[in-house]
Nanobody, 122 residues
Framework: QVQLVESGGGLMQAGGSVRLSCVASGRTLNIYSMGWFRQAPGKERECVAA????????RYADAVKGRFTISRDNANNTLYLQMNSLKSEAPAVYYC???????????????WGQGTQVTVSS
């Protein structure tokens, strides 16, 4: 079992930047491929970024390519999502998730954090 706790969300301005963090406990992070998901009201949860166990491979949804960067610090059991050039859009809850298998395509994630809300003002 691994527990995941996100932090860093809040109210940001369009064009700004923020870094979300996800701290794992219970198990070492390096045994999992990881992903960041977001969900806006009335919409399906979507994977915006994924990263391999060692951090050498990353994938991004088209909507965030060039603006978001996923990274991990396995020594500190922490996953990050750097979000730049934020767009004014509906508030969304961002979740980190761990997968025992492949993280991309985004299928069969086993563990989820509680989520952190990100709101971008106009």
């Amino acid at each position: 079992q691994v527990q995941l706790v996100e932090s860093g969300g809040g109210l940001m301005q369009a064009g700004g930047s923020v870094r979300l963090s996800c701290v794992a406990s219970g198990r070492t992070l390096n045994i999992y491929s990881m992903g960041w998901f977001r969900q806006a009201p009335g919409k399906e949860r979507e994977c915006v970024a994924a990263i391999s166990r060692g951090g050498g491979g990353t994938r991004y949804a088209d909507a965030v390519k060039g603006r978001f960067t996923i990274s991990r610090d396995n020594a500190n059991n922490t996953l990050y999502l750097q979000m730049n050039s934020l767009k004014s859009e509906a508030p969304a809850v961002y979740y980190c998730a761990a997968a025992s298998g492949r993280a991309w395509p985004p299928r069969h994630y086993d563990y989820w954090g509680q989520g952190t809300q990100v709101t971008v003002s106009s």
